[in-house]
Structures are given as structure tokens and as C-alpha cells.
């Protein structure tokens, strides 16, 4: 698959690169993104949800009423579930909701979500920019100039710049990340990826020939 560079006016540049058909051109794996996706939002989940059980209620532990004749049940003290301010039966405790994924499932997730992103047509590819401080109103710019401002975006660069994540903490819907922090929820949720031109080599090295070396020594 064959894309056009553009320039951060959002024209046109005179190169074309090729996107690697093994990430961006396999036939999308739905379960692998699937099980990605869960094990993402699973992760960030604090998990300290706690409700008191009897044992855990500050209340008399008094029997307040008879055992018969009272025309109810039976009933023993106030902690009981059944009554207003008791405890609570079967409550949710902490609890760590992570889980493990094979490495190479994960990998096909990832390549997965690229290529419904280039089936889609919502991959652009950019040329690498910085800039001398953060400035918010220079990438506001850039998204309007490709048509993405107040869309969901997902600008991916070769490498961490401060400058440029700075730039965009603050903008709605928008979000920038690096080749290494790549992950499938973000990729699906953006409408548009910006690619940056070094970024390429990066997620084929990342995706492609790091795991053959690995399936190679193993």
C-alpha cells in the first residue's frame, strides 16, 4: 500500500512510502482485538471497590427483639443484611482485575486495528516536525489544516517530544503517543492516525522483524 507524505500544512510533498502489508494489509483477527481491548481497560481499573459485610458494620450486636411471638421473623441483630444500615451480602472487595495476554496475540491485535485503519482510509502519513516550545495553538493548526480539529486523532511519533505532547495535552479528542506506547484501544478509537515519516521503520521493526527473530530463536 502506497501513501503520500504530506507536510504539516496538509499539502501534498513529492514522496510516497510504502506501508508494510504484513502490519497494515492482514486480514483483521476481531477476537485478538477482542481480548486486547479487555486486557487495556481491565488494567486501568483501580479496583478498590469495598462495601462493609456484617462483620464490618459499627452496630450492637443486642438480639433487639424476641425470638417468638412477634408475628416476624426471627432475627438476630441490626448488622443483619436484610435491615437498613446492615451489611452488605455478597459486596464487591478489592481486587486486581489484571490479566496476561500472549506477546503475539498482542501483536496481532495491533496489526489487526492498523490495517481496519488503512481499509479505512484514516491513516495519513506526515513529515517529522518539533517544535522550539510547547505551543498549543501551532497544532491546533496542523489538525485544522488536515480537517481533524474538535475529531478524534492520534498522532504516532518515532520517539518521546515533550514539546509536541505538550502542545497537545489540552486539546480535546486528540492524543499523541509513540511507536513503543502503541496499543489497539487507541487505535481504534481515533477516527484519523498521523503517522510520523520516522515512525514507519520503527512499527516494522516493532511488529515484523523483532518477532521473526524471536520465533527464529525460539
Known amino acids: 500500500m502506497e501513501l503520500i507524505v504530506y507536510d504539516i500544512n496538509g499539502k501534498e510533498t513529492s514522496r510516497k512510502v510504502n506501508l508494510d502489508v504484513e502490519i497494515f494489509g492482514i486480514k483483521p483477527n476481531d477476537h ?7 486486557q487495556y481497560l481491565a488494567n486501568k481499573r483501580q479496583g478498590t471497590h469495598k ?24 432475627a438476630g441483630d441490626m448488622k443483619s443484611p436484610v435491615f437498613v444500615g446492615g451489611g452488605t451480602a455478597f459486596g464487591p472487595n478489592p481486587r486486581d ?3 496476561k495476554l ?32 510547547p505551543h498549543t495553538k501551532a497544532y491546533v493548526e496542523i489538525l485544522k489544516n488536515f480537517n481533524i480539529y474538535q475529531k478524534k486523532s492520534l498522532l504516532v ?24 506506547s502503541l496499543n489497539t484501544y487507541e487505535i481504534l478509537n481515533a477516527g484519523t492516525i498521523l503517522l510520523s ?12 522483524k523483532e518477532n521473526k527473530v524471536k520465533e527464529e530463536v525460539s
Open 97 to 99: 482485575y489484571n490479566f
Open 32 to 38: 485478538a482485538i477482542y481480548l486486547d481491548i479487555k
Open 197 to 208: 515519516e520516522s515512525s514507519l521503520p520503527e512499527l516494522e521493526k516493532w511488529l515484523v
Open 157 to 180: 511519533l518515532n520517539k518521546n517530544d515533550k514539546n509536541v505532547y505538550l502542545s497537545a495535552r489540552n486539546i480535546p479528542k486528540t492524543k499523541v503517543t509513540t511507536v513503543n
Open 102 to 133: 500472549n506477546k503475539k496475540l498482542k501483536i496481532l491485535a495491533r496489526k489487526s486495528a492498523l490495517s481496519y485503519k488503512a481499509n479505512d482510509n484514516a491513516i495519513k502519513v506526515i513529515e517529522d516536525f518539533t517544535f522550539e516550545q
Open 51 to 74: 462495601t462493609k459485610d456484617r462483620s464490618e458494620v459499627n452496630a450492637t450486636t443486642k438480639k433487639f427483639k424476641r425470638q417468638k411471638g412477634t408475628g416476624g421473623a426471627r
